[in-house]
Each structure stands twice: as structure tokens, then as C-alpha cells.
């Protein structure tokens, strides 16, 4: 924890000179855009795991078909295409695991009065008005809503609401694109399967409201912390619609950031 803190405070010295008072706020921006650079070779390789996910679709159905109700040789059979086609299932979901240490260093850092037996100096720096160790209710609590720390919460509120309706309607158009076709797939479906169809659908409908759940987490979480959320949150937007851009439905997206 103390190495990390010296991390903080060095990058912050560096920026000072740029950002005075708010160097340390800078400082974890920074911080954060090395994390994400540092992931970013494998969100590439998700990246390129999803797209062969989905040209392998039509052979996942023809196994499917030719297995009929045999879920056992039907997973062997999907394993071992998986296997071959040197695909991944579970690759999406390492960059977000990786981030993870990141950011509960930052929550613990600005979460603790002492480092190493002596006051956490870190406590006292500030994004404008608003001190990297409190929380929103904090703000509220002093000058209110709109008051000077208030406002700076506005506006991360506000950045992050922009991320999560652009990531909103991609998600919409990217699921609606790749959406099977309903009732006609439907036929010879065993319950266990049609219940699953059914499941999937539903969480397809919750993922586009996903992103605006980083609100709460900007919300209860300290100021620093807030920050790192919404820095990764921007540039995970950015980088899937690059990574992603011809993907069915993302290209309309993509061109938004164009």
C-alpha cells in the first residue's frame, strides 16, 4: 500500500506543475490510462475471440442439430470446436478481472486515515473543491447539490450518464443485430433448452441498463476511486466501439466517435 501511495504522490508531483491543486486527481487519470493500456492486448484478444464466437454460430448449429437432444455430446462436441478453433469462452471476461486489483487499491487507499503508521497525506488532495477521500453524501452534506464539491460530482454524473447511453445503444443494436429469429428457431427445442432461450433473453434485455449502474458506484465510493471508474468506463466505450466496429449493429456506433 505504501509503494502504491509513492506511485500516487510521484505522478502527482510530475502533473503539479499542469494541474496544481488538482495533480493528484490528474495523477489517478493517468494511473488509469496505464492500467487500461496495459489490458488493452488482451481486450483485443476478446475482441477477436467474440468475432470468431460469432462466425463460428452456423457450426454451433449444425452441431446442435446433429446431436438433437444429447446435451452431453453436444458440449463434448462444442468443446472440442472450441478447442480447435483455439476460442475462448470465457476471454471477455479477463480485462475487466484484471482491472479489479486496481481498483480496490485506490478504494482502500483513500479509504484509510494512516499509511504505514503515518497520516495519509493523500486525504487533502483535491479534484477542484472536492478532497479524493470523500463521497458524494459527504458533498451533500457540505454546500449541497450544487454546491462547489456538489458540482464536481455533477459532472462526473454527467460524463458517466454520456458513456452509459452511448454504450446503451450500441448494446441494443449489436443484440438486435445478432438476435436469433424468435419463434421459427423455437421448433424442437426441448423445455430445458426453450427455459434457457428464454433466460438468456431476458438477461439480454437487462444488459443496455448495465452501464448505468456505474452512477451508483461513482456515487458511494470515494472521489478517487469515482474517478477511476469513470476514466475506465470512458475509454472502455471508446475501445470497444473501435474493437468491436464491425461487428453486426456496432457500425452505426462506431461512426459516432468517428
Not at 480485462?95 to 497525506?121: C, D, K, R, V, W
Not at 450518464?161 to 450500441?170: E, L, M, P
Not at 470515494?222 to 470512458?234: G, H, I, R
Request: charged letters at 15%; one cysteine or more; proline letters at 5%.
Amino acid at each position: 500500500m505504501s509503494l502504491f501511495a509513492h506511485l500516487v504522490e510521484h505522478l502527482a508531483d510530475l502533473l503539479q506543475p499542469l494541474f496544481h491543486a488538482s495533480a493528484a486527481a490528474a495523477a489517478i487519470v493517468l494511473f488509469t490510462a496505464l492500467v487500461r493500456l496495459l489490458v488493452h492486448p488482451l481486450s483485443r484478444a476478446s475482441a477477436r475471440g467474440q468475432r470468431a464466437r460469432a462466425a463460428l454460430q452456423p457450426r454451433i448449429a449444425e452441431l446442435k442439430k446433429e446431436h438433437g437432444k444429447d446435451r452431453e455430446r453436444f458440449q463434448k462436441a462444442l468443446m472440442e470446436l472450441h478447442a480447435e478453433e483455439k476460442v475462448s469462452p470465457l476471454s471477455g471476461c479477463l480485462p475487466s478481472l484484471l482491472q479489479m486489483p486496481a481498483f480496490f487499491l485506490l478504494y482502500h487507499l483513500f479509504s484509510s486515515s494512516t499509511i504505514g503508521g503515518e497520516a495519509n497525506t493523500l486525504l487533502g488532495h483535491k479534484l477542484f473543491a472536492a478532497p479524493l477521500g470523500d463521497r458524494w453524501a459527504d458533498a451533500l452534506g457540505d454546500g449541497g447539490l450544487f454546491g462547489p464539491a456538489g458540482l464536481v460530482y455533477l459532472g462526473l454524473f454527467a460524463v458517466v450518464t454520456a458513456v452509459a447511453g452511448f454504450n446503451y445503444v450500441r448494446t441494443k443494436r449489436m443484440t438486435a443485430a445478432g438476435a436469433p429469429a424468435g419463434d421459427a428457431q423455437a421448433e424442437g427445442r426441448s423445455e430445458t433448452e426453450q427455459a434457457t432461450a428464454t433466460a438468456l433473453a431476458s438477461v439480454g434485455k437487462i444488459m443496455p441498463f448495465m452501464s448505468f449502474f456505474t452512477l451508483f458506484t461513482v456515487a458511494v465510493v470515494p472521489l478517487a476511486a469515482a474517478l477511476y471508474v469513470v476514466t475506465s468506463a470512458t475509454w472502455s466505450a471508446v475501445e470497444r466501439a473501435v474493437l468491436y466496429r464491425d461487428m453486426p449493429g456496432a457500425a452505426p456506433a462506431a461512426a459516432a466517435l468517428a
